[in-house]
């Protein structure tokens, strides 16, 4: 079964730097596009950065561009985001999620499963 452990989340000070991970096991995350959401309780999760199979090309939320970078490291089948000049507005639980079928094209994962991992919280603040 495709299963997704995400990692890397913490308090970090305004300005700062963490670096998520996504380790997927049950298939080839290479095979796949991906995506990383964030969702704030109450809230409805929204994707942040998405990256194709052929990682040829990506997706940055405004909110993100230029201060966070998505990547893969296909040995490991992993993603990771690297995320720089944290904002407050930046704290969440950030999930990662990928396409339902492999070597679709998108560069935003399709899905129609509700199988989401536990995700890893990220809190920016002072």
């Known amino acids: 079964q495709a299963q997704f452990v995400e990692s890397g989340g913490g308090l970090v000070q305004p300005g700062g730097s963490l670096r998520l991970s996504c380790v997927a096991s049950?298939?080839?995350?290479?095979?796949?596009?991906i995506g990383w959401f964030r969702q704030v309780s109450g809230k409805e999760r929204e994707v942040v950065s998405c990256?194709?199979?052929?990682?040829?090309?990506?997706y940055y939320a405004d909110s993100v561009k230029g201060r966070f970078t998505i990547s893969r490291d296909n040995a490991k089948n992993t993603a990771y985001l690297l995320m720089n000049s944290l904002k407050p507005e930046d704290t969440a639980t950030y999930y990662c999620?990928?396409?339902?079928?492999?070597?679709?094209?998108?560069?935003?994962?399709?899905?129609?499963?509700?199988?989401w991992g536990k995700g890893t919280q990220v809190t920016v603040s002072s």
């Open positions: 999620k990928v396409d339902d079928l492999p070597f679709r094209g998108y560069v935003c994962p399709k899905y129609e499963n509700d199988y």
């Open positions: 049950g298939f080839v995350l290479e095979y796949y596009s």
């Open positions: 990256s194709s199979s052929s990682n040829n090309s990506t």
